[in-house]
Every structure is written in structure tokens, then in C-alpha cells.
């Protein structure tokens, strides 16, 4: 089968799809697949599944937002030319944030009849919108931390926004975009002087924002499968929060899986993520992220295209649960959106 890895992008986790993009690609190969790695932001540039997109290191500061991370005509048609020039059997897109996880690359697909692994349009379109998504979290029953969601023109207010953090949630707090991801952009407020600050990097971002109750607890990673969720991982940083350095910097953090949880609170957990990955109408795979104490569970978030680096957490739990890193793209692959009428044979 000939597969088309999608990788790169224009939002600010464009080094980090990179380094997915070059591990996906490989596993596909090492399954025996014709496989090529694309980057929509290089438009007409193909590269073998072994070429190396990402730098050996991917840094320890977030990156800066790549190109308007908008899908221009100029992208759209690179993609659909190479797509038919290599005559892709299967797209299998890792782009994380922006254009390549919001929705509308996986509209273009549908659209254009191109079978692709992961969620569909309406999924990834609701997943990437947190406030979105954590409405139809709690109307399911999912725990939640309490919240507060303010849009781009919201933010220009900032003072505003100050006084609802202090009068309806309190200090310490957490504000973060309601799109990005990789911790781009998120800040831990102690008081009301640190949210103009925070604001900024939403701002430069072109997002809104959504502040929660910081809730203290240890960072469990749920991966679900074609609707199974597999073993938790435990997510043990060194110094500080699961930061962007934290989590793309090799012996900052330690991992442990299956997490070190009562059964009770790892069965809960592993329930409640089969719940989100439905409710919110995933396919193929993602990642739900929780935090977890001694006085229950919040869900963070669903990723409809999380991170396949090799310090990635999708790959320790396939590995905890009996497979290999091919085995797990295999499953992935099984499950691709397919058009009616013209079947993939995998």
C-alpha cells in the first residue's frame, strides 16, 4: 500500500510534528507500505520515509507560530497535486494543531475522496475547540475542572479578564489557548499581576483562552485505540509542570506504565477516556489527558492527532499493552476513513 505521512504544518508544534512524522513514516515502511513524508508548508517537495525532517534536537523553548497557519489555496492544491501524482492509497496525517488537526484537512479529504487515518472533520473540529469539547464532557458526566472561556476579542479586555479569573475561579489558576497544544502557551497564574503575560502568548497565537481551577494532581495520559483504552501512563516531570522543554527534552521527565494507580482509579480513568473518545465521535486513535489525587479525576483534554515522537506517550501504552510501535500503526491504518465504493486493501 502506498501511504502519504502528513507532517510539519504552520502552528506552533510544527518541529514537533516533524519528529512524529519521521517515526510514523518508518513504522509504516517497517510494515512492508510504500511510504513518502510530505510537509504542506513546502509545497511540492516529496520525501523518501527515511529522509529526516525534524532537527536532532527539537529545542527546549516552544517554537514561534510557522507561516498563518491557515489552509491557503496555495497549500491545498500542493497537497491534492502530490497526493495524485504519488497516487496515494492512504493519507496518514500527524499534523498537530492548526490547519492539520482542526478539521479542515480532513474536510479536504472527504471531500476530494481521499481515504486517511483519524478522526473526521466534525471530531477533530470540536476536539480542537476545548471550550466545545468540555461542554459535551460535562453534559456526559465527564469531571471536569470549572472553567471560564474567553474569545480573541474577549482577550483585548485584559483587565477584564483579570477580575472574572479572581472572582470566579481564584489563584492558583491555569490560562491556555483553547486550540494549541504541547503546552504552547499555557501559564500557571499565581496571582492577577501574571495574566496580562499570559494573555500575550494567547494573543500572539491568534486564539482565545480558557482558564481553569488548577487542580494538584499526578498527570495521567490515556490512550484509546478504535475505542479500547490501553495502559495509562504516568507522567512524572523532574522540576515544574509538563512544559513544552519538560515534555520534548530526553531525561526531563520520568514515565511509568501502567501508572502506578490504585485499580479502582485506573479502571475509572480508563472508562471514563472510552467515554470521551466516543462522546466526542474519535475514530482511530487519540490520547485523553487527566490529572488524578486522592479526591478524584479531572479530564484535561482529547488529542485527535497526538504526538508519535519516541519520547511520545500513544507508543509507551501500545507498548505496555503487548505491541510494537508497527503493530500499533497497523491499527490505525485498519481503521481509515475510507470513500464509499473504493475499499483500501490494506
Request: proline share 5%; net charge negative; with cysteine.
Amino acid at each position: 500500500m502506498r501511504v502519504l505521512v502528513l507532517c510539519g504544518g504552520a502552528s506552533s508544534e510544527r518541529v514537533v510534528s516533524l519528529a512524529s512524522g519521521d517515526a510514523v513514516a518508518a513504522w509504516c515502511a517497517a510494515l512492508g507500505h510504500e511510504t513518502y513524508k510530505y510537509d504542506p508548508e513546502r509545497p511540492g517537495e516529496i520525501f523518501s520515509w527515511d529522509e529526516k525532517l525534524a532537527p536532532v534536537a527539537i529545542g527546549l523553548e516552544a517554537p514561534a507560530v510557522h507561516g498563518t497557519a491557515e489552509f491557503d489555496p496555495r497549500v491545498a492544491r500542493g497537497l491534492l497535486e502530490v497526493i495524485e501524482k504519488l497516487n496515494v492509497d492512504v493519507v496518514f496525517p500527524i499534523l498537530h494543531g492548526g490547519y492539520g488537526e482542526d478539521g479542515t484537512l480532513q474536510s479536504l479529504l472527504e471531500w476530494t475522496g481521499v481515504s486517511y487515518t483519524g478522526s473526521g472533520p466534525r471530531s477533530s473540529a470540536i476536539c480542537m475547540h476545548k471550550p466545545t469539547a468540555k461542554a459535551l464532557m460535562k453534559e456526559a458526566g465527564v469531571p471536569l475542572a470549572q472553567g471560564i472561556a474567553f474569545n480573541l476579542e474577549e482577550l483585548s479586555r485584559v483587565k477584564r479578564v483579570g477580575e472574572r479569573i479572581t472572582s470566579e475561579l481564584g489563584y492558583p489558576s491555569i490560562l491556555k489557548p483553547q486550540g494549541g497544544g504541547s503546552t504552547v502557551g499555557l501559564t500557571v497564574l499565581e496571582s492577577e499581576r501574571d495574566v496580562a503575560g499570559a494573555v500575550q502568548l494567547i494573543v500572539e497565537q491568534h486564539d482565545g483562552a480558557i482558564a481553569e481551577t488548577f487542580f494538584k494532581g499526578k498527570e495521567i495520559a490515556a490512550t484509546v485505540v478504535n475505542g479500547e483504552s490501553l495502559p495509562l501512563v504516568e507522567i512524572r516531570p523532574k522540576v515544574g509542570i509538563y512544559d513544552y522543554s519538560n515534555k520534548y527534552t530526553s531525561g526531563r521527565t520520568e514515565y511509568i506504565c501502567p501508572a502506578e494507580l490504585p485499580a479502582q482509579m485506573t479502571f475509572a480513568v480508563r472508562m471514563s477516556a472510552e467515554t470521551v473518545f466516543r462522546i466526542l465521535g474519535a475514530r482511530g486513535f487519540a490520547r485523553i489527558d487527566y490529572l488524578v489525587n486522592d479526591e478524584g479525576i479531572v479530564c484535561l483534554e482529547l488529542n485527535s492527532l497526538p504526538g508519535m515522537t519516541a519520547l511520545s506517550l500513544v507508543p509507551k501504552a501500545a507498548h505496555a499493552h503487548g505491541w510494537s510501535s508497527e503493530d500499533l500503526i497497523a491499527r490505525i491504518l485498519d481503521t481509515a476513513w475510507r470513500p464509499v465504493g473504493n475499499p483500501v486493501v490494506l
